[in-house]
């Protein structure tokens, strides 16, 4: 009989410590956060933007955007064809979209830039009848990549024998003026775009040439607008790329002097 209060209180002691253990566990920083955290990934989903503390001390509110992956597209819905580079276009694209690691990539780039199929392609394009008076967002695809095509010739970052081919046919495409009247302004306006991105990059890359066209060439009063329009976006463009080169040249210089 006298054994039975001594176990009595063990059995009390045990309790109290698993009761005490509890409280601690319910009252420990980790179980806090993950609470925190549940609730705010559960409110995400709930709403487009939530906000929460960063901790006790900045109380700083930061508000957080639904998630990307909750924005994307499913793999069943299929691109839309304007969105993605066209056939002709595809491997030019998809290797100036990238750094050219591999020497392998460097040789295929080499060979587009020298494409002469490539360039008669761009010449297709950019001359090919307009069926539709609106604007074909697949058709605009296709001139937007010609265009590129044809600029990337121009300015010279890639070495290509097709220069001289590219600036006479940038000249083909500014007096080209077999325009329907009976366009949609949109369309319009895009066929204008595309003479300007041309004429701009025969303007600051190659001076001569546009100075040579300007002065050969009978240019009639809108045509002279135009022209007009592109050398004030040249001097621009001019002055943009000498203040970018100082500023290389200045890095450089500091470089070398520390």
């Known amino acids: 009989m006298k054994k039975r209060p001594f176990a009595i209180a063990l059995i009390v002691i045990a309790v109290g410590a698993v009761t005490f253990n509890y409280w601690l566990s319910s009252q420990s920083p980790s179980e806090v956060i993950t609470t925190q955290t549940n609730n705010i990934i559960y409110k995400s989903k709930e709403k487009q933007t939530t906000n929460v503390n960063l901790n006790k001390e900045h109380k ?8 990307i ?12 064809p304007w969105r993605k580079p066209s056939p002709h276009f595809q491997s030019f694209i998809e290797l100036m979209d990238k750094p ?5 990539e460097k040789i295929k780039l080499q060979v ?3 494409d002469y199929a490539l360039l008669n392609t761009s ?3 950019l001359f ?5 008076n609106e604007l074909d967002l697949v058709y605009e695809r296709e001139r937007l990549d010609a265009v590129l095509y044809l600029t990337t010739i121009l300015v010279g970052k890639y070495n290509s024998s097709q220069q001289e081919l590219a600036s006479d046919l940038v000249i083909e495409v500014l007096n080209n003026r077999a325009y329907q009247d009976n366009l949609s302004t949109d369309l319009k306006k895009s066929l204008v775009g595309d003479k300007v991105e041309l004429g701009l990059a025969l303007a600051v890359f190659h001076p001569e040439r546009w100075s040579q066209y300007k002065q050969n060439y009978n240019l009639g009063e809108k045509h002279q607008k135009l022209v007009h329009y592109i050398d004030e976006l040249a001097k621009l463009k001019a002055e943009q790329l000498k ?14 002097n520390s």
């Open 60 to 67: 700083e509110n930061v508000v957080i955007h639904e998630s």
């Open 69 to 80: 992956a909750d924005k994307a597209v499913s793999p069943e819905k299929e691109i839309k």
């Open 100 to 104: 050219l690691v591999s020497q392998e």
């Open 112 to 114: 587009l830039m020298n």
């Open 123 to 125: 010449r297709e394009i």
């Open 128 to 132: 090919r009848s307009i069926q539709s």
């Open 243 to 256: 203040d970018n080169a100082a500023r290389l040249a200045n890095r450089l210089r500091s470089m070398s």
